[in-house]
């Protein structure tokens, strides 16, 4: 199973990234995925998460309203579009594929390697 991040990068305060997970080795539409972060210092957080048909959403009180997490089962990606970026939003962030339903906590058996956001102020 591979999971590969991309999509992040450097970007000034209330601006807007969308974050790509490409899944391969495993039936995607069987798996709830997940978007958690780890900033500077910080242990790993829960960022977002989607259930395997997409219906059912789970939010941060941290970036509700501000991302959105969403998937094409078609092409075995879930994404992340975060808009009003602020820099709190800092992190290496990272998704997670989980059979069964979703969880708000890091129980997810696979991981990608992370990529890197950077909000300037």
């Known amino acids: 199973v591979q999971l590969v991040e991309s999509g992040g990068g450097l970007v000034q305060a209330g601006g807007s990234l969308r974050l790509s997970c490409a899944a391969s080795g495993l039936t995607f539409s069987r798996y709830a995925m997940g978007w958690f972060r780890r900033a500077p210092g910080k242990d790993r957080e829960f960022v977002a998460t989607m259930s395997k048909s997409g219906s059912n959403t789970y939010y941060a009180d941290s970036v509700k309203g501000r991302f959105t997490i969403f998937r094409n089962n078609a092409k075995n990606t879930v994404y992340l579009q975060m808009n009003s970026l602020k820099p709190e939003d800092t992190a290496i962030y990272y998704c997670?594929?989980?059979?069964?339903?979703?969880?708000?906590?890091?129980?997810?058996?696979?991981w990608g390697q992370g990529t890197q956001v950077t909000v300037s102020s």
């Open positions: 997670a594929a989980r059979g069964g339903s979703t969880s708000t906590f890091d129980d997810y058996g696979y």
